[in-house]
């Protein structure tokens, strides 16, 4: 079974500061990676995602992910973060034929500071 | 047009009743799912149905069980309302679940049960 961590799980940032924020997936066969976001009182949205091809991911919003297979790792980055970023954010992992069935992290909140 | 609609927003119970979730999207998505989001924001997975056939019954307890009539529809019933199933439950859709992109959300149902 696959397992997800996200280390942070408070970020505290200012306006126009650099974000990045840890994922960490347990599993050994070949997975599809996911960056979503909830904005406070909404649903989640996605951000991004890895099939296969360059490890470096652009999503919306100016977010883009870096998967690095030898660490398990697909971290979400931001170069300058805005007041609006202000969000829940989950990494998720699907086992490839796995139904779409996705694992989520616990989660990492941002609070962007004006 | 919203993508993934459900209802109700919110849902206030008290324990012991039977209360229902309905969830449709628009999308013409062959796969739907429900999730439960704990007050952590911790998301887990329930159930997930393909064109009307179950694919992913998680370990969750037999008072709660999804009915899908057509593929645009998936719906959630629970017997007999606990306090801790008190928590949000997203609804879910992707185009299929052999080729998965990524989810598409509802906004969400709060369940509170008192």
């Known amino acids: 079974a696959q397992s997800v961590s996200q280390h942070n799980h408070h970020v505290i940032l200012s306006e126009a500061a650099s974000l990045e924020l840890g994922c960490n997936y347990s599993y050994g066969g070949t997975v599809n990676l996911f960056w979503y976001v909830q904005y406070p009182g909404q649903h989640l949205q996605l951000l991004l995602k890895y099939f296969s091809g360059d490890p470096l991911v652009k999503g919306i919003k100016g977010f883009e992910a870096e998967f690095i297979k030898s660490k398990f790792s697909f971290n979400l980055r931001k170069p300058s973060v805005q007041w609006s970023d202000t969000a829940e954010y989950f990494c998720?992992?699907?086992?490839?034929?796995?139904?779409?069935?996705?694992?989520f992290g616990d989660g990492t909140t941002l609070t962007v500071k004006p | 047009d919203t993508a993934v609609s459900q209802t109700p927003k919110y849902l206030v119970t008290q324990m012991g009743n039977d209360k229902s979730i309905k969830c449709e999207q628009n999308l013409g998505h062959d796969t739907m799912y429900w999730y439960k989001q704990d007050s952590k924001k911790f998301l887990k997975i329930m159930f997930s149905?393909?064109?009307?056939?179950?694919?992913i019954n998680e370990t969750v307890p037999n008072r709660f069980s999804p009915k899908s009539p057509d593929k645009a529809h998936l719906n959630l019933h629970i017997n007999s309302l606990e306090l801790g199933d008190s928590a949000v439950y997203f609804c879910?859709?992707?185009?299929?679940?052999?080729?998965?992109?990524?989810?598409?959300f509802g906004s969400g149902t709060r369940l509170t049960v008192v």
């Open positions: 149905y393909n064109n009307k056939e179950l694919i």
């Open positions: 879910a859709s992707t185009e299929s679940a052999e080729t998965y992109y990524g989810y598409t």
């Open positions: 998720a992992v699907n086992a490839r034929g796995n139904a779409g069935k996705s694992t």
